[in-house]
């Protein structure tokens, strides 16, 4: 079941969207904001208010793409958890990484990845945006889940090393990209799509089967998704602000199938969901008011991303030059 909310601005939406859920998770709450970059990719200072007012949530954790203390101090995050009272973490720099997940290379081999102990240790709340993907084609409250893998192993989810990846792992060019990440052509610079067609399209196959195969070992409670502004276009850091206003709550898989569906999109062609045997949106149990659908522009490498299962007819001769 899910939950929504229209109309009411950022954090009235989020507060209602919640009370329409009546089971409502009871355990140690951990809140995973996103906060992949600064600026419109990240996860609003409202939206958090309206998650910690609304919910019992003992600790609010990140590891971002860039750097998570520098967000934090930039976004008011640490003001705020000082006045709730609630654990504020950068999970890229907890010591303890037990949890084990395959992800698949694009040459076929499996590499182990570690995952962060602090997603088995609470009952997780995903807080995300209605972004588009530069590989995925929509990122929402499950894919928001990568931020528990160690930040050496993230980047394998494409099924190779990007270059950005490997130069965030120099602490200095962390902080300097945090800041330049509020600026949206800088932001642009933090794709990871700036590789050689074949092997961008080899990627768009396996990023789809390492997120389901992520999802399984980490499993979100409870989905938030704070639409008042979305991002289209070049997501999820260098796209454009698309208004709204509107707000989901509910089970994770069914907030995400709904919500990639009033963005436009056919959730059966997102392959993660397909992966996670999502349900059809007319199966979704709906509690408050249907959001009309708000046609999200794409990703500008679209027809590459649906090739994960060959569906894309312009892209169909890469793919067979991919595969010889």
């Known amino acids: 079941m899910i939950a929504t909310s229209i109309g009411l601005g950022r954090y009235q939406n989020i507060v209602k969207a919640l009370r329409g859920i009546k089971a409502k998770p009871k355990g140690k709450l951990l809140l995973k904001p996103n906060l992949v970059a600064g600026g419109l990719a990240a996860s609003h200072i409202d939206a958090v208010r309206a998650a910690l007012d609304s919910l019992d949530i003992a600790c609010v954790a990140e590891g971002s793409g860039v750097g998570t203390d520098e967000l934090y101090s930039m976004l008011g995050y640490r003001r705020l958890a000082q006045e709730h009272g609630v654990e504020l973490v950068n999970l890229n720099r907890t010591d303890e990484w037990s949890g084990i997940v395959d992800f698949e290379l694009i040459d076929g081999r ?33 894919k928001n889940m990568l931020g528990f893998v160690h930040p050496e192993d993230r980047g ?69 998704i704070d639409g008042f502004v979305g991002m289209q276009g ?43 045997k999502a349900p059809r949106v007319e199966k979704i149990k709906l509690f408050g008011d249907e959001i009309p659908v708000k046609k999200f522009k794409p990703h500008r490498k679209y027809e590459f991303q649906l090739m994960w299962k060959g569906i894309s007819p312009k892209a169909g001769e890469v793919a067979s030059k991919c595969v010889s």
């Open 234 to 276: 070049d997501g999820p850091v260098g796209g454009e602000p698309l208004e709204w206003n509107i707000a989901v709550a509910g089970d994770p898989l069914e907030c995400d199938v709904y919500c990639a569906h009033r963005m436009g999109f056919d959730p059966v062609n997102v392959g993660y969901l397909r992966h996670l």
């Open 110 to 142: 499996k590499v182990k990845v570690r995952v962060s102990d602090y997603a088995k240790r609470y009952d997780i709340i995903s807080l995300a945006l209605p972004k588009t993907h530069d590989h995925a084609i929509v990122t929402l409250t499950l």
């Open 156 to 224: 394998l989810v494409h099924g190779y090393s990007a270059p950005f990846g490997k130069a965030m792992r120099v602490p200095l060019l962390r902080k300097i990209a945090s800041y330049l990440s509020r600026y949206k052509r800088l932001s642009k610079l933090y794709s990871s799509t700036e590789v050689e067609e074949a092997r961008y399209v080899l990627g768009a196959k396996v990023v789809n089967k390492n997120i389901a195969a992520l999802l399984k070992l980490v499993t979100p409670k409870l989905g938030i």
